[in-house]
């Protein structure tokens, strides 16, 4: 696997995290780590939505 779908796919996962602990826990680990708004959780936000679009590629390559 090429190092930057590596790094995808650990944002993707990540980001999965994150949702799980939103919609079960109500608890925002990246706004609580890094302040709600700020900027870093604002980038971090933007790379998980960027590794998400990345990831789909993932579906259609061969294995």
């Known amino acids: ?5 590596t790094i995808a796919l650990l944002l ?3 980001g999965a995290i994150n ?19 700020s900027v870093v959780s604002r ?10 679009l990345w990831s789909i590629k993932l579906l259609f390559t061969e294995r």
């Open 1 to 5: 696997m090429k190092v930057i779908d």
């Open 43 to 52: 980038v971090i936000y933007a790379l998980v939505g960027i590794s998400g």
């Open 19 to 37: 949702w799980g602990l939103i919609g079960i826990f109500n608890f925002n680990l990246v706004d609580t780590i890094f302040g709600v708004g």
């Open 12 to 14: 993707v996962i990540i």
